[in-house]
């Protein structure tokens, strides 16, 4: 695998997104990266991030932050911030519904998906221009040349979230419209389009090999999900790396590597998720796994 050359969707992705995709092919069986989501109504932005490494000794590699509250300036802030101290940006985003939405109970409301989709309504163009706020501040992330694990519409197939809820093929045209969007109009070509199945595994919702870089699946419950990540393999022949987006309890790193289930990341969830559904002895003892690569011991890519 560190022989062969894998290139993301993008033509014109730039280096930076390259070398992390490429580190994230290369670490195949090897490892599985440490992630954690920040909670947005926390006004330190720190809560998760000062637990893990008091109780660890150690912090993520990986850092999710999320556009939920339309706080971009304050997102990016964080984005960058970790990317100078060595880590990995995720980055979501509960849209709430267009055009006006904002915040997790919006994103759960339902719209009318026919005239949303379709171009010259109202409700089309405000959503393009909510989609061109969030544009503009991945943009800001894109000059400093910081790659993005960008996973928008996650859980798209529980159908909770009004990206969902029109069903998959409104789903689907939603996200080519996005990654068109983006990518060609906006030219943001530090991202690596992440796609984030729920934990009930409905087929039918894939957008194509063309436009999915990264799959993967969300669990809260205890465990290492090998049957999520069984299914998630036979959703596309393509060769790409497969991660748990969501999680409650961290999962197992030895049952990992024992039974090949070969996430490359996990990302545990805030407030009561790491807090609660992981005791401190066991998160000291995830995160100072051999097979756990911590902020610590990621290499520079």
């Given at each position: 695998?560190?022989?062969?050359k894998i ?11 390259q070398r992390?995709?490429q580190?994230?092919h ?7 990266l440490s992630g954690?989501?920040?909670?947005p109504r ?6 998760e ?7 660890s000794?150690r ?5 999710g932050?999320?556009y939920?509250?339309e706080?971009f300036?304050g997102?990016n802030?964080r984005?960058?911030?970790w990317h ?7 980055i979501?985003?509960?849209?709430g519904?267009?055009?006006?939405g ?7 409301e339902e ?6 989709l379709?171009p010259g309504t109202?409700?089309y163009?405000g959503?393009?221009?909510n989609?061109?706020v969030?544009?503009?501040a991945?943009a ?16 798209f197939?529980?159908?909770w979230?009004?990206w969902?809820?029109?069903g998959p ?5 939603l ?6 969007r983006?990518?060609?109009?906006h030219?943001?070509h530090?991202?690596?389009w992440?796609?984030g199945?729920?934990?009930?595994m ?8 063309e436009?999915?870089?990264?799959i ?7 465990g290492?999900h090998?049957?999520l990540?069984?299914w998630i393999?036979t959703?596309?022949d393509?060769p ?11 999962p197992?790193?030895g049952?990992?590597a ?9 990302l545990?969830?805030?407030t009561v998720?790491?807090?609660e559904?992981n ?13 756990v690569i911590?902020?610590e011991?990621?290499p520079?890519?």
């Amino acid at each position: 695998m560190e022989n062969t050359k894998i290139h993301l969707t993008n033509p014109l992705a730039q280096p930076a997104a390259q070398r992390l995709y490429q580190y994230l092919h290369n670490i195949c069986g090897k490892g599985i990266l440490s992630g954690q989501q920040e909670c947005p109504r926390d006004k330190t932005h720190g809560d998760e991030l000062s637990y893990i490494k008091n109780v660890s000794g150690r912090l993520p590699a990986i850092l999710g932050l999320d556009y939920i509250e339309e706080d971009f300036e304050g997102v990016n802030k964080r984005a960058i911030d970790w990317h100078e101290r060595g880590g990995i940006v995720t980055i979501c985003w509960h849209w709430g519904i267009p055009p006006h939405g904002v915040g997790y109970h919006s994103s759960q409301e339902e719209v009318d998906m026919e005239e949303l989709l379709t171009p010259g309504t109202a409700l089309y163009q405000g959503m393009l221009k909510n989609m061109d706020v969030a544009a503009r501040a991945l943009a800001v992330l894109c000059e400093k040349e910081i790659p993005v694990l960008w996973r928008p519409f996650h859980e798209f197939d529980g159908a909770w979230f009004w990206w969902g809820k029109g069903g998959p093929e409104a789903f689907i045209k939603l996200w080519h419209l996005m990654y068109q969007r983006f990518t060609k109009e906006h030219g943001l070509h530090n991202l690596i389009w992440v796609l984030g199945y729920s934990h009930e595994m409905h087929e039918g919702w894939y957008p194509g090999d063309e436009y999915v870089d990264i799959i993967g699946g969300d669990a809260y419950k205890e465990g290492i999900h090998e049957e999520l990540f069984n299914w998630i393999k036979t959703v596309t022949d393509k060769p790409m790396p497969r991660c748990l987006h969501e999680n409650g309890p961290l999962p197992e790193p030895g049952l990992l590597a024992q039974r090949n289930v070969d996430w490359r990341w996990f990302l545990t969830w805030h407030t009561v998720h790491i807090h609660e559904q992981n005791s401190p002895d066991y998160l000291r003892y995830v995160y100072n796994h051999p097979y756990v690569i911590t902020l610590e011991n990621l290499p520079k890519i």
